[in-house]
């Protein structure tokens, strides 16, 4: 079983529509849970970051962070065409080594 | 703003050639890594470097070898190229002392090996 779970769809949705994004993880010791957006032939760049539990709005974005279940959230709302990406959810573990644990990524594609 | 430049976006090589892929940070940190993404497996760790000279191996290591003789410069070798190394190729840099551990990507570098 991988460490970190994430459905890597193709999900395909209309413009304005919600997307929910999800990734689980096993390991109870994961400390920052990020969200990665990736455009096609580019490298990822950091979206959102979220330390405990809870929910954390940056503008349409919002990522939520479940510990007791082990299950991470990215929500976009009024979904655009320009969202359309694999969006990855990645996770640290406390250490110096700086290693992330990535999800396989999800691509979405918003029509408009 | 936070740079990791790779120096090429588009490689084609030959079965057997020795293959060098650079990254370039600019912004002191101490960590980098190389990955590997491919269809349908996500981003899987090649080696990563936390101080110049010092290496580590990830997940994947065979067939790949790295070189850091400076700070910024991390270097990814490829001894002789095989076709199951056509991958897209990434490189990142984080600052160790953060412990979020967010990792800065480079553009990629898209290798064919034929």
């Known amino acids: 079983q991988k460490e970190v779970e994430q459905d890597p769809g193709p999900l395909s949705v209309p413009e304005g529509a919600i997307v929910s994004l999800n990734c689980t993880y096993s390991?109870?010791?994961?400390?920052?849970f990020m969200w990665y957006r990736q455009y096609s032939r580019k490298g990822p760049e950091l979206l959102m970051y979220?330390?405990?539990?809870g929910n954390k709005e940056d503008g349409r974005f919002t990522a939520q962070v479940d510990k007791s279940s082990k299950y991470i959230s990215l929500f976009i709302r009024d979904s655009q065409p320009s969202d359309s990406a694999t969006y990855l959810c990645?996770?640290?573990?406390?250490?110096?080594?700086?290693?992330?644990?990535f999800g396989q990524g999800t691509t979405l594609q918003v029509k408009p | 703003d936070v740079k990791v430049t790779q120096s090429s976006r588009y490689l084609v090589k030959r079965t057997g050639e020795k293959v060098f892929l650079e990254c370039v940070q600019d912004m002191d940190h101490e960590n980098m890594f190389w990955y590997r993404q491919d269809p349908g497996l996500g981003l899987r760790l090649i080696y990563f470097?936390?101080?110049?000279?010092?290496?580590e191996k990830g997940d994947i290591p065979e067939g790949y070898s790295v070189s850091r003789e400076k700070k910024e410069r991390f270097s990814l070798i490829l001894e002789s190229a095989s076709t199951n190394q056509t991958s897209m190729y990434l490189c990142a840099s984080s600052f160790p002392r953060e412990a979020k551990n967010i990792q800065y990507f480079g553009a990629g570098t898209r290798l064919s090996v034929l």
């Open positions: 990645a996770m640290s573990l406390p250490s110096n080594t700086g290693k992330l644990i």
């Open positions: 470097s936390y101080d110049v000279k010092m290496k």
């Open positions: 979220t330390y405990s539990s």
């Open positions: 390991n109870s010791a994961f400390q920052y």
